[in-house]
């Protein structure tokens, strides 16, 4: 078992690989960005990514206070769905209405990667290259679809 500042430590270790892994790599228009923090342009659209000693994730998560406009977007992602998983895969779960990890009623586009654990450095490997692939399939998508979701605003 690790401390809570062991594990603040290896969690800090894990992103900074991970942020100079996937550093050097565009977006779809061949632009420098933050993957870690990717900034969708969109209040209330977010993409994220996480690892823990289960699991690590990446999901498109979606959190408005006004709940109807939260709706919209997501109907306007399961509008475009056959697009999302043609740059994406199949192997996302949605999700209208769910919590997310701080209480709050988001809707939800995820897609997991089982069995790892970010304490585990020999799993990285995976971790990275599943975070990374999803990632950029996300950007892919995104920057082929979000005026639409520009105009759902």
């Not at 960005?33 to 998560?61: C, H, P, R, S």
């Not at 979606?62 to 709706?71: D, G, K, R, V, Y």
């Amino acid at each position: 078992m690790y401390s809570p500042q062991e594990a603040a430590a290896v969690r800090q270790k894990f992103w900074t690989s991970f942020g100079k892994y996937i550093s050097p790599v565009p977006d779809a228009h061949q632009q420098k960005i933050n993957w870690i923090n990717y900034k969708t342009g969109l209040k209330g659209i977010y993409f994220k990514m996480d690892a823990d000693n289960n699991q690590a994730y990446v999901a498109v998560e979606i959190l408005l206070q006004n709940e109807s406009q939260q709706q919209q977007y997501f109907d306007v992602f399961v509008s475009l769905k056959k697009q999302f998983e043609k740059a994406a895969g199949k192997h996302w779960s949605w999700n209208k209405s769910c919590s997310n990890a701080n209480g709050k009623t988001v809707s939800r586009i995820w897609t997991e990667l089982n069995e790892v654990n970010i304490f585990r450095e020999n799993d990285w490997p995976a971790i990275i290259s599943f975070l990374k692939t999803n990632v950029l399939a996300l950007d892919f998508f995104w920057k082929e679809h979000s005026l639409l979701f520009e105009m759902a605003a």
